[in-house]
């Protein structure tokens, strides 16, 4: 990636302050109280690297900033992990329930959007402890200008093509540009 | 709070004083929940369980993480 990735898995690295979190490191901290105890060593693993970061994070009082792209894509995993909880619960009875064939959860989401509506408050609760682990989350409107002065469009397609990057690591990255700042922590070294 | 940033490759004035204004804030919901790694950890042991999170097609030896392989679900638009 064409920015300053720093991997976790090295003892030691040294985490400028601020940096942009990615998207993994966020979810596996959300999810490591979940899988204490439990035999699942790979996702152990990284769960304890996302731990160890936060605790770094606020032990020095730093700020980890989240860009609207990786913000999107937390709240859209706090969201499947919303349906697939109810889905877990309910299962047996669902197709009773809602006179059509649920076959996953593609068709649960659409078949009941009362979840999502009654999620709303989970969501802030979520958010504002998000922020208490020392994130910043920056809107659209706080980033600055793309300093290369292409469009938008073609700045994404330059970042996308010649680094081979995924749409959203690119659009990632762009953000992080955008707020001046190049080093990005990630459980993905890529 | 100050105006957005036109352009700058390094931290704008704009920034820090976010940068700034969010440190406040972390105090003030710190002093609010104590702990935060423990206030979130709460919150998701009340809401989640592992069981229900894992992919239906995940195995503990699959090199992916799981919560990876949701995020890639995405990028087919099947969500």
Not at chain 1, 117 to 140: H, I, Q, W
């Amino acid at each position: 990636m064409p920015g300053n990735v720093i991997d976790l898995s090295i003892p030691g690295a040294r985490i400028p302050d601020p940096i942009i979190v990615d998207a993994n490191l966020i979810v596996e901290f959300l999810v490591a109280p979940l899988i204490e105890g439990r035999a699942l060593p790979r996702t152990a693993k990284n769960a304890r690297r996302a731990d160890q970061f936060f605790s770094e994070l606020h032990a020095r009082n730093g700020t980890g900033l989240v860009t609207p792209t990786v913000f999107n894509e937390v709240i859209h995993v706090a969201i499947k992990f919303t349906y697939k909880q109810v889905w877990f619960e309910v299962r047996t009875g669902i197709l009773d329930e809602y006179r059509r064939p649920i076959r996953d959860l593609t068709d649960f989401y659409k078949v009941d959007a009362s979840i999502l509506r009654n999620f709303e408050g989970d969501l802030t609760r979520l958010r504002l402890r998000l922020v208490a682990n020392g994130l910043l989350l920056v809107a659209p409107e706080g980033l600055g200008a793309i300093a290369s002065g292409r469009t938008y469009d073609d700045e994404l397609v330059h970042l996308i093509c010649p680094y081979g990057l995924a749409s959203n690591d690119a659009l990632m990255l762009l953000e992080a540009r955008r707020l001046g700042v190049y080093d990005v922590v990630s459980l993905d070294a890529d | 709070m100050a105006s957005p940033p036109t352009a700058s490759p390094t931290h704008s004035a704009w920034l820090e004083q976010r940068l700034r204004e969010h440190k406040e804030e972390v105090a003030r919901l710190r002093e609010e929940f104590g702990d935060p790694a423990e206030a979130l950890a709460q919150f998701m042991r009340e809401r989640f369980d592992i069981e229900a999170l894992l992919p239906d097609d995940w195995s503990p030896d699959d090199p992916r993480a799981p919560w990876e392989m949701m995020m890639e679900d995405d990028d087919s638009g099947a969500w």
